[in-house]
């Protein structure tokens, strides 16, 4: 069976998220009851989001690449980045890697046209909701991805940073995105929600909303089990 490497850190909480999930998939899956081969290499968050507010993104993509390549000589068979923001740099990591990469947009992509979802509010910390590139990315699958406004960006990376973070869920927090959810079904008539960044899921994990919740680390963990049993 093919290891795992996992380049987390980014931030822990989801990291766990991701060695839980995928620990609990597999052993169902695995016909003797097994866990999963994997290693994680921890990169520092903080160093990576100054790489993207800077927009340093050779940087960025050197500093990336350092982690995935202790994977690579901890015998990974294949990647993930266990976060949505460092995926502004994928293209790059996926052509300098030695073993392959599994994207966390394209999975959850394939679901949204699946869904025939074609218009979506892309949420996350601030630098991923305004990075072009995650933009172009949904464009080129027919998806339409739609931001908050600029102040409800900023509360959205405070609940971010200061609380998920840590382990902190807040039913105020989530009641104050849910009004921006609704303001944006109402007025910008979206048809989804994306949840672009790992630890929203700590947020919405049993919330209904008006619309589709399309949660990426949900998508990203199926198509990594996916890989890992593919003979």
Same mark, same amino acid.
């Given at each position: 069976?093919?290891?795992?490497?996992?380049?987390?850190?980014?931030?822990?909480?989801?990291?766990?998220?991701?060695? @839980?999930?995928? /620990?609990?998939?597999?052993?169902?899956?695995?016909? !003797?009851?097994?866990?999963?081969?994997?290693?994680?290499?921890?990169? !520092?968050?903080?160093?990576?989001?100054?790489?993207?507010?800077?927009? #340093?993104?050779?940087?960025?993509?050197?500093?990336?690449?350092?982690?995935?390549? !202790?994977?690579?000589?901890?015998?990974?068979?294949? /990647? =993930?980045? /266990?976060?949505?923001?460092? *995926?502004? =740099?994928?293209?790059?990591?996926? #052509?300098?890697?030695?073993?392959?990469?599994?994207?966390?947009?394209?999975?959850?992509?394939? /679901?949204?046209?699946?869904?025939?979802?074609? @218009?979506?509010?892309?949420?996350?910390?601030?630098?991923?909701?305004?990075?072009?590139?995650?933009?172009?990315?949904?464009?080129? *699958?027919?998806?339409?991805?739609?931001?908050? @406004?600029?102040?409800?960006?900023?509360?959205?990376?405070?609940?971010?940073?200061?609380?998920?973070?840590?382990?902190? =869920?807040?039913?105020?927090?989530?009641?104050?995105?849910? #009004?921006?959810?609704?303001?944006?079904?109402?007025?910008? *008539?979206?048809?989804?929600?994306?949840?672009?960044?790992?630890?929203?899921?700590?947020?919405?994990?049993?919330? @209904?909303?008006? =619309?589709?919740?399309?949660?990426?680390?949900?998508?990203?963990?199926?198509?990594?089990?996916?890989?890992?049993?593919?003979?």
């Amino acid at each position: 069976m093919k290891k795992l490497g996992i380049l987390g850190g980014m931030g822990p909480e989801s990291t766990l998220l991701y060695y @839980k999930e995928i /620990a609990s998939a597999y052993q169902k899956k695995d016909k !003797n009851g097994y866990f999963p081969a994997l290693t994680i290499e921890t990169v !520092n968050i903080y160093e990576m989001l100054h790489y993207c507010s800077t927009k #340093q993104y050779d940087a960025l993509a050197d500093y990336l690449l350092a982690g995935i390549f !202790n994977l690579e000589r901890a015998g990974a068979d294949f /990647a =993930v980045l /266990a976060a949505n923001t460092p *995926h502004a =740099v994928f293209d790059i990591l996926r #052509q300098k890697a030695h073993i392959p990469l599994l994207s966390i947009t394209e999975p959850v992509c394939n /679901a949204l046209n699946a869904a025939g979802i074609q @218009k979506a509010a892309w949420l996350g910390i601030r630098m991923t909701m305004e990075q072009e590139r995650f933009s172009v990315l949904f464009a080129e *699958h027919g998806i339409q991805t739609v931001i908050p @406004k600029e102040e409800e960006r900023i509360l959205i990376d405070r609940i971010i940073a200061q609380e998920l973070e840590f382990g902190i =869920v807040n039913d105020s927090s989530r009641a104050q995105i849910n #009004q921006i959810i609704g303001r944006m079904i109402t007025e910008e *008539h979206i048809e989804g929600v994306i949840l672009g960044c790992t630890e929203l899921p700590l947020l919405y994990a049993n919330e @209904k909303l008006p =619309v589709p919740v399309f949660d990426t680390v949900k998508y990203h963990i199926q198509g990594i089990l996916a890989y890992m049993f593919e003979e």
